[in-house]
């Protein structure tokens, strides 16, 4: 499987952009998908799941309330709304396809998209 990650970019403090992520094959569809984020010098960590059927959802407590996951399993897609972008939301931001349909972790997350860079200035 195959992941295109986009919609990264330079924005504004305050500001809002939307990630994308594309699977290659529509089996991703019983797959729990997220999303992680590496900071320049930082550890990769969590940032949302969302279970195979899209409506159960798991947030880190850095972005709850700012951050909207969700998917399209109609476009094998899983989506990333971030509103309320803070410069520490700097990022490449990485998809994930777990091995569980329940939730993406760092354990489960068993396909890697190649990341999308979101610069956040103040």
């Known amino acids: 499987v195959q992941l295109q990650a986009s919609g990264g970019g330079l924005v504004q403090a305050g500001d809002s952009l939307r990630l994308s992520c594309a699977a290659s094959q529509r089996t991703v569809s019983n797959n729990a998908m997220g999303w992680f984020r590496q900071a320049p010098g930082k550890e990769r960590e969590f940032v949302a799941s969302?279970?195979?059927?899209?409506?159960?959802?798991t947030y880190a407590d850095s972005v709850k309330g700012r951050f909207t996951i969700s998917r399209d399993n109609a476009k094998n897609t899983v989506y990333l709304q971030m509103n309320s972008l803070k410069p520490e939301d700097t990022a490449i931001y990485y998809c994930?396809?777990?091995?569980?349909?329940?939730?993406?972790?760092?354990?489960?997350?068993?396909?890697w998209g190649q990341g999308t860079l979101v610069t956040v200035s103040s």
């Open positions: 969302v279970n195979w059927k899209g409506g159960g959802t």
């Open positions: 994930a396809v777990s091995r569980s349909s329940a939730v993406v972790t760092s354990t489960t997350a068993h396909y």
